[in-house]
């Protein structure tokens, strides 16, 4: 199995990318747990670091799918953006997000990086501050010595090359 993340600031074409290639591929798609958990809530509702804890394990049993009988899993988020944001909103990363971020596997990391127009969403906080999140995600990327890739452009260009990048990989591995 390929496993795939996405990951990048809110409103850069996650959820849009892995949805369009979990179909292109017929791969698992796995969804944000983040937006299911804080559905619970009402849009007033501030998360505390025990909300992203809890977000991050379930996040990252879901990402594991151990079921999984696709070639391909692609997940719409991973432990960078859980950590990311415990940093950015609480000035720290607790451990037990820590260790779930240096214990997942992926084969592929897509940043997406935010060149789109943002689009209003009750549980989006950041318009103003999308580069500068995408700069702590390549920082991140880069320091975990992660194998990602940048996405950017309009939607066909970021699927294209998205495309050609897990074809090239898949090449690799049967070889």
């Known amino acids: 199995?390929?496993?795939?993340?996405?990951?990048?600031?809110?409103?850069?074409?996650?959820?849009?990318?892995a949805k369009y290639l979990s179909?292109?591929?017929?791969?698992?798609?796995?969804?944000?747990?983040?937006?299911?958990?804080?559905?619970?809530?009402?849009?007033?509702?501030?998360p505390t670091i025990d909300d992203l804890i809890e977000i991050a394990n379930n996040q990252f049993l879901k990402n594991i799918s151990l079921n999984c009988q696709k070639k391909y899993l692609i997940c719409?988020?991973?432990?960078?953006?859980?950590?990311?944001?415990?940093?950015?909103?609480?000035?720290?990363?607790?451990?037990?997000?820590?260790?779930?971020?240096?214990n997942q596997k992926f084969d592929i990391i897509f940043l997406c990086k935010p060149d789109m127009p943002w689009i209003y969403d009750p549980l989006r906080v950041d318009e103003n501050r999308r580069?500068?999140?995408?700069?702590?995600?390549?920082?991140?990327?880069?320091?975990?010595?992660?194998?990602?890739?940048?996405?950017?452009g309009c939607k066909s260009i970021r699927n294209?090359?998205?495309?050609?990048?897990?074809?090239?990989f898949d090449l690799t591995q049967i070889s």
């Not at 580069?131 to 950017?152: H, V």
Request: charged letters at 25%.
């Open 160 to 168: 294209i090359n998205a495309i050609k990048i897990i074809k090239s």
């Open 23 to 46: 179909k292109y591929f017929k791969g698992e798609y796995v969804q944000e747990y983040s937006r299911e958990y804080l559905n619970h809530f009402n849009y007033n509702y501030k």
């Open 1 to 17: 199995m390929i496993k795939i993340a996405i990951t990048g600031p809110e409103s850069s074409g996650k959820t849009t990318i």
């Open 76 to 102: 719409d988020t991973d432990m960078t953006v859980i950590k990311i944001w415990a940093t950015d909103k609480f000035g720290y990363c607790p451990k037990p997000i820590e260790i779930l971020l240096k």
């Open 131 to 152: 580069e500068i999140l995408f700069d702590f995600y390549q920082e991140e990327l880069q320091k975990s010595k992660s194998n990602f890739y940048i996405l950017e």
